[in-house]
């Protein structure tokens, strides 16, 4: 089995673990239980738990991301705000539904969460949230949407 196809067989199981039984679950023992693998395999694919952890947030970030730009719809200069925020929404909680796992593990950090992975889940949120502001800042200030709220929300 390529080494890539092995890696996200191991993130797979690891996303399992921590959303059914949490992060102290998530030993690299276990984690090859999940996996249907032998535990040295596990350590080809990654060197410890700390690689294997940034590695699951990082390809669970990344599909929050590529679900967040997918679910926001075109603005042009006739888009309408109502419409395009509804739009959004719905298009976001379907992203949510397909995926949900992705979304709790970076939106909703657990109480066993170590904090390592804490600091980078909020890092991330942080950048998530400018963006965000950014691109509300451009859609009240550009013309194109008149909104009653304040930039800092």
């Not at 804490?118 to 008149?146: D, E, K, N, P, Q």
């Amino acid at each position: 089995m390529p080494i890539e196809v092995r890696r996200e067989q191991v993130l797979d199981a690891t996303l399992k673990l921590i959303v059914e039984r949490g992060y102290p679950a998530a030993t690299m023992e276990a984690v090859a239980r999940q996996a249907e693998l032998a535990k040295p395999r596990v350590y080809s694919a990654y060197p410890g738990r700390g690689p294997l952890l940034r590695a699951l947030l990082e390809r669970e970030e990344r599909r929050v991301v590529t679900a967040l730009a997918e679910a926001m719809p075109a603005l042009t200069e006739d888009s309408d705000f109502d419409e395009t925020l509804t739009a959004a929404a719905v298009n976001l909680l379907r992203a949510v539904a397909a995926h949900p796992a992705s979304w709790l593990l970076l939106m909703l950090p657990a109480d066993d969460t170590p904090s390592e992975v804490r600091f980078c889940i909020s890092t991330l949120l942080r950048a998530r949230m400018r963006s965000t502001t950014r691109w509300l800042r451009i859609s009240m200030y550009s013309g194109r949407f008149v909104l009653k709220l304040k930039p800092s929300l």
